[in-house]
């Protein structure tokens, strides 16, 4: 029996006006009702809204250290929870355990990476073209931000954009997805429990169309800091933007790994799998092409299909399980249009091609790991997201072939190329149009103290993680203070 779950909103912990919830199963195995939860609307965001913009007065005032420190106490309490918080983000979400792990290890560093940055919430002093003028900046909180995130990185990503946002003196809207609400929940609890104070942090359960909408229209809520897919990102960024309202998109990919003849094959073959079917290959950053010089090409993707085909699929609590499931019954379904549209685009397909069942895979929503070879671009399962265990293999002649095919995407988040020739790597640092880049390593694996964004399509020009995402949180105050006692013209007087 799973547990009933509410919103936290004006410091209560309520159920929907409407009374109606909808359910959190697990998608390794449907026996298994992780929880249920309010399907909350328009009404709910407005009060969340009210608290929060209650709240704002209190909070900004709060000396920045005095908030890191809170910050803190959530990552210690984080860290005494982190095997029940990865527990209950495998069994509502179904990546293997290691990696959820993973996943909360990330948001605690995320805390206390808070904890460092709160009291270096620095301005600059600069000087005057005028004497006896002092000049500095100072950062100020925006106001309400609105956070809504995705389930795939279920703690870690909330953590990317709350911890900054009420560190730099904001107060929250959380709306996390539907299919991770228990693990979003639990993280509010945490917030609570370290201090931050009740109007200060409010999470809303709900749809995108009825709760996330309503966070976007809200003119109350200055900043919208989204995690999701390319098509809601555009139209979050067209309805905030006619409000002039400060937007960070993080949207999609289709990262690719280039393995040069002279790479370690072995090396990045362990890189492309895991690449490629962790989080069964339902991470943004997931390396979702394969560009192959034509020399190693053959050698390289016979080992990958056998290696491939061994992988053992299963419920992620199980600690053999080396991929987990994928979200839901629609998500599985689109996975596989996509590999028959792939089959009549003329692509050779490897390995996979269906869904996994049998025996306790017929629990849960399972599909195979696969590959295409003979893939080009233009076919669309190049160039679109599937956000699943679909790898596309592309074979190139030279370096500039391989950079030109990876770049051949709208999209522009993360690329990996293998080789070991230090020109070559430096060629492809300078000319891959990503906003990360990984050198002898997997697309996957982002640290949460760098930037961590996208060019292209990917995104709107911000960056989650280190500092860039106080940047984003924060508004820059220029202050002039003149003690000269006269007025004094700037560009006039002393020109
Ligand atoms: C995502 O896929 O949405 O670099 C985030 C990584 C992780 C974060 C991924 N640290 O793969």
């Known amino acids: 029996m799973g547990q009933d779950y509410q919103n936290y909103i004006a410091g209560e912990w309520c159920d929907a006006d409407s009374g109606e919830r909808f359910d959190n199963i697990n998608p390794a195995d449907h026996d298994d009702l992780v929880g249920t939860f309010p399907s909350s609307g328009a009404a709910e965001v407005d009060r969340a809204v009210e608290a929060a913009r209650g709240a704002f007065d209190h909070w900004r005032l709060v000396p920045a250290p005095e908030r890191g420190e809170i910050m803190k106490r959530a990552g210690d309490i984080m860290t005494a929870h982190k095997e029940e918080l990865a527990q209950l983000e495998t069994r509502e979400m179904g990546k293997v355990l290691d990696e959820t792990r993973g996943d909360v290890q990330e948001g605690i560093d995320t805390a206390y990476f808070a904890f460092g940055e709160a009291p270096r919430m620095a301005g600059k002093t600069i000087p005057s073209e005028m004497p006896n003028k002092f000049n500095m900046t100072t950062l100020m909180p925006i106001g309400v931000v609105g956070v809504i995130t995705p389930w795939n990185f279920p ?84 309805q905030a933007g006619g409000q002039l309202k400060r937007v960070s998109l993080e949207l999609g990919g289709k990262n690719a790994q280039i393995v040069m003849d002279d790479a370690d094959l072995d090396l990045a073959l362990e890189g492309v799998l895991w690449g490629a079917f962790g989080t069964t290959g339902q991470r943004c950053t997931a390396t979702s092409r394969l560009i192959l010089h034509e020399k190693i090409h053959a050698e390289f993707l016979a080992e990958l299909n056998k290696q491939t085909a061994a992988l053992k699929l299963g419920n992620g609590l199980d600690e053999a399980t080396q991929v987990g499931p994928v979200i839901n019954a629609p998500a599985r379904d689109g996975i596989h249009r996509y590999v028959e549209i792939g089959q009549g685009e003329g692509a050779h397909l490897e390995v996979g091609g269906g869904p996994a069942t049998g025996g306790s895979l017929d629990k849960g929503h399972f599909y195979q790991p696969t590959i295409f070879s ?15 265990p679909v790898l596309a293999v592309i074979k190139v002649a030279t370096l500039d072939e391989a950079i030109d095919t990876l770049n051949a995407t709208e999209y522009g988040l993360s690329a990996a190329i293998y080789t070991r020739d230090i020109n070559a790597a430096f060629r492809a640092i300078r000319d891959i149009q990503t906003g990360i880049t990984y050198v002898n390593g997997p697309t996957i694996g982002a640290e949460c103290h760098l930037p961590f964004g996208g060019c292209k399509s990917t995104g709107n020009g911000h960056r989650e993680g280190g500092d860039g995402a106080y940047e984003f949180f ?19 007087d002393n020109r």
């Open 374 to 388: 003979g893939v080009k671009p233009g076919m669309r399962i190049h160039d679109e997201e599937i956000f699943g």
């Open 474 to 492: 924060t508004e820059l105050k220029t202050v002039y203070i003149d003690y000269s006692g006269t007025l004094q013209r700037a560009q006039i």
């Open 155 to 238: 703690l870690a990503i909330p953590t990317w954009k709350i911890f900054p946002a009420l560190t730099s003196g904001n107060t929250v809207v959380f709306k996390p997805a539907s299919d991770t609400p228990a693990t979003a929940t639990r993280f509010v609890e945490i917030l609570l429990e370290a201090g931050v104070p009740p109007h200060a942090i409010n999470l809303v359960h709900g749809g995108g169309s009825s709760v996330g909408r309503a966070i976007v229209a809200h003119p109350d809520i200055q900043a919208i800091s989204f995690t999701g897919s390319s098509d809601v990102g555009r139209e979050i960024n067209r």
